[in-house]
Nanobody, 112 residues
């Protein structure tokens, strides 16, 4: 079993940056891919970025390419999402997922 806890969300102005963290408990975390998802009010939950178990393969949604960077530190059982040049449309609750396990989410609000 894996428990995931996201942190790092908050209110930021357009053009600003935030770094999200997803801390995991459970031994299997380090052998699986991890994804960051987001869900805006009234919309479906979409994949934003994913990273392979070893960290060498990453994928991004077109809407965040060049602005977001996913990384992981398996020694710390943590996956990160560095978000730069934030836009109002990035406002959402951000979740991390490992296998079938989800975190509780962290709110990101981009507003002036």
């Amino acid at each position: 079993q894996v428990q995931l806890v996201e942190s790092g969300g908050g209110l930021v102005q357009p053009g600003g940056s935030l770094k999200l963290s997803c801390a995991a408990s459970g031994r299997i975390f380090n052998i699986y891919d991890v994804g960051w998802y987001r869900q805006a009010p009234g919309k479906q939950r979409d994949l934003v970025a994913s990273i392979s178990s070893g960290g060498s393969i990453t994928n991004y949604a077109d809407s965040v390419k060049g602005r977001f960077t996913i990384s992981r530190d398996n020694a710390k059982n943590t996956v990160y999402l560095q978000m730069n040049s934030l836009k109002t449309e990035d406002t959402a609750v951000y979740y991390c997922k490992c296998v079938q396990y989800w975190g509780q989410g962290t709110q990101v609000t981009v507003s002036s």
